[in-house]
């Protein structure tokens, strides 16, 4: 079958690789109608997400149909089943799981040695990732293994397009827990730092879950005219102060609530040193991320408020400023999405007509062009925004 | 192939691996941009290790710290045309190139006995400096995002959807009446269905309330889901 896989740093090859098997009785395979590139993906072609190994297969949004299940999974799939495919793999068994906590499923990730020596404890397995969430392949390809299939998926109902569930399986969920975590108050101003793909959920989430204010932050302005329609007062970072127009917009008080959906790679400007200083130290392998909107968000935001990190974040940041954090008395809340905990009321709102994720899509094209799209996506080229790849 | 061979270790054996290679996201301008890195990575070791035995080739002694100096300056070049910042790294190495010329240059002397040298050195410089900058043009042609300031000239469909319906409410209060736009196609998350009740259906944190851990589950506008 055709794949997209990682051969090192930029360098992703559109390959013919061996089909997938079983090796599960929870394992399925599926036949992928359907897939994304997501921006952590840019990480990973970045190369900023360590243990990654040549030959990994990419992506982890994807969808398609069920071509063989098997005996262990019980029913709950059969061939012929359209389903969208979470990024996180999940037990549905284990105390994490059963609390809801899917994205720190106790029992999907196969390296999990490795990952309780890195992280302290493990995380669950993810699709198309690092080899410490398991080293699973993508779906990037044109057929998929899913693992504790029983459990890792979102049926599809019938009528519905791919492009109408396919971001069910990350960005939509993403961008939601992101607002949920913010216990938005109707009064409440929501700055969104980053308006790519998962900013643009988040924006569209915040909005259903009533904020009174949203103010996006970006410097392309394609995506910032995208938060515009989706109802998000927006700030051009390269042509105006952000703390100096959040506080305008806020009389001066700060947003409530932050949503950092930038995460580790922050664009690195005259404007902002420190995103300098970061770059070298991680050209230097000093440091691992650039976190730019971390110390901008402490800092612009009200005493008392929320900070919600979507964006992903690979190993270590130097100078978060703890003392601003902690006197001002802010809550952090972050981690990979727990998909599974939002589908049914997401794909409910797709289903009543609230929310059509299907906006976001700029291109879409062949499998076979996925490395060159992997470099219009992260040079923002031909105002992309958001690809969809059919295999 | 041989990298993915060996990192077959680390797969199951129903985990797919890789037969033929195919097109490569990774141009031949960014290869040669990292061959350049590598370049400059290697002359900055010998500049900042040996400087001595350029200066004496070059019949420039004296100019030891400066040429260490320099090791330093290939070094940092090096490393950023290795990184995904190649386009500066690759400018900066043209950059250091006009330097290097204009040192050598005051070594072509009359009373320099390595004056030949020089002259060899001053075209191998020449040469790679012709080199930086077509790779330095190319690459910055590949991967330049294009630079759109105030008007919207974008081209994919979901944008213009966006642009044709861009708001023109003043900043701060407006959010909500523009998501009411019941032709927003480019939105299509409309809160006019939601009625306002629902939406602050529950008490504190809005339009989530309490519920049993694992429930997550939507009942018509009443939702059931998770108070973080």
């Not at chain 1, 492009?163 to 913010?182: H, M, N, S």
């Not at chain 1, 506080?247 to 409530?256: A, S």
């Not at chain 1, 650039?290 to 800092?299: D, F």
Request: aromatic letters at 4%; hydrophobic letters at 35%; glycine letters at 12%.
């Amino acid at each position: 079958m055709k794949a997209l896989v990682w051969h090192g740093k930029e360098d992703i090859r559109c390959d013919t690789v061996t089909d997938p098997q079983i090796e599960d009785p929870r394992d399925a395979i599926i036949k992928v109608t359907s897939c994304a590139i997501c921006g952590s993906d840019l990480h990973l072609f970045h190369n900023f997400i360590p243990a990654m190994l040549p030959g990994d297969i990419m992506g982890h949004e994807m969808m398609g149909e069920v071509v063989e299940v098997g005996s262990g999974v019980n029913g709950k799939l059969k061939k012929g089943d359209r389903i969208v495919v979470p990024f996180t793999i999940i037990c549905g068994e284990c105390e994490q799981c059963k609390r809801g906590n899917f994205s720190v499923c106790e029992r999907t990730n196969r390296n999990k040695k490795l990952a309780d020596k890195v992280f302290g404890h493990t995380t669950a397995g993810l699709f198309g990732y690092t080899h410490l969430t398991g080293g699973y392949p993508g779906g990037q390809a044109e057929y998929l293994r899913v693992p504790f299939a029983d459990a890792t998926h979102i049926k599809v109902p019938d009528g519905m397009s791919d492009e109408q569930v396919l971001f069910l399986g990350d960005i939509l969920p993403t961008g939601w827990q992101a607002a949920v975590q913010c216990d938005i108050e109707p009064t409440d101003t929501v700055a969104i730092w980053g308006c790519g793909p998962v900013g643009q959920m988040a924006i569209r989430s915040a909005m259903l879950l009533g904020a009174n204010q949203i103010i996006a932050i970006d410097r392309l302005p394609e995506r910032l005219s995208m938060a515009e329609a989706g109802g998000a007062t927006t700030i051009n970072f390269e042509n105006e102060s952000v703390i100096e127009r959040l506080n305008e917009l806020t009389d001066g008080k700060g947003p409530e609530k932050c949503i950092d959906c930038i995460g580790t790679e922050s664009h690195v400007s005259l404007g902002q040193p420190d995103t300098i200083l970061d770059r070298a130290k991680q050209i230097m392998l000093m440091e691992n991320d650039r976190p730019h909107v971390l110390r901008e968000m402490i800092y612009v935001c009200r005493p008392g408020g929320i900070l919600s990190i979507p964006g992903v974040y690979g190993g270590l940041v130097d100078k978060i400023p703890m003392g601003q954090l902690m006197n001002k008395g802010l809550t952090v809340r972050t981690g990979q999405t727990h998909v599974n905990r939002w589908t049914d009321e997401l794909l409910g709102y797709i289903q009543e007509g609230h929310i059509d994720p299907s906006f976001v899509i700029t291109h879409t094209v062949s499998l076979e062009k996925g490395p060159e799209m992997y470099k219009v996506f992260r040079d923002k080229q031909d105002s992309c925004v958001k690809v969809v790849l059919k295999a | 192939m041989m990298m993915e061979k060996i990192s077959n270790i680390a797969r199951s054996p129903g985990d797919p691996k890789v037969i033929n290679t195919g097109p490569s996201s990774f141009g031949a301008s960014d290869r040669m941009a990292r061959n350049l890195g590598w370049f400059s990575l290697g002359l900055g070791a010998l500049e900042i290790v040996a400087p001595e035995r350029i200066t004496r080739a070059l019949g420039m002694e004296g100019q030891e710290s400066l040429v260490r100096a320099y090791g330093f300056r290939e070094i940092a070049a090096g490393m950023l045309s290795l990184s995904v910042e190649k386009k500066a790294g690759l400018w900066s190495r043209v950059a250091g190139d006009g330097l290097d010329i204009a040192t050598l240059m005051a070594g072509l002397r009359d009373d320099n006995p390595k004056k030949g040298n020089v002259m060899m050195a001053l075209m191998m410089v020449g040469g790679i400096t012709l080199l930086d900058i077509a790779t330095a043009q190319q690459v910055t042609a590949r991967h330049a995002t294009p630079t759109r300031r105030g008007a919207c000239t974008m081209t994919a469909p979901a944008i213009r959807r966006g642009c044709r319906r861009r708001a023109v409410s003043p900043p701060g209060r407006g959010a909500r009446r523009r998501l009411r736009d019941p032709g927003n196609s480019c939105l299509r998350l409309s809160a006019s269905r939601l009625p306002p009740e629902n939406i602050r259906a529950g008490t504190g944190g809005g339009l989530l309330v309490a519920g049993d851990v694992g429930s997550g589950r939507a009942s018509g506008y009443e939702l059931q889901g998770y108070r973080m």
